[in-house]
């Protein structure tokens, strides 16, 4: 709930509107910020909120401001010819 906006209703939305739109992944902040600008739009997460569009729009440049950090580990060693 630290995204601009958030709060228990939206979350709930989030959630049915991922199932009804059958997007996959986790239901997660990971999952939710890496999401393209347009799915979010199309999420439709404030819903008959008269500052939709503006809300939306926060909630797209807090994403954007996420880093996108991936990580991978990569072991070597140094090992004599096995004969």
């Known amino acids: ?15 049915k509107r ?7 992944g986790k239901n997660d902040i990971y999952n ?12 439709d997460l404030f819903e008959g909120d008269a ?5 939306t729009a926060d909630l797209i440049a ?3 401001h996420f880093p996108r950090v991936s990580c991978h580990v990569s072991v ?3 090992i004599e010819k096995l004969d």
């Open 32 to 43: 939710f910020i890496r999401m393209e600008k347009e799915q979010i739009e199309e999420l």
């Open 51 to 55: 500052c939709k569009a503006q809300k």
């Open 1 to 15: 709930m630290q995204l601009p906006h958030f709060d228990d209703d939206v979350i709930s939305r989030l959630k």
């Open 18 to 24: 991922r199932a009804e739109l059958k997007i996959q």
């Open 62 to 64: 807090a994403c954007n």
């Open 76 to 78: 070597y060693t140094e």
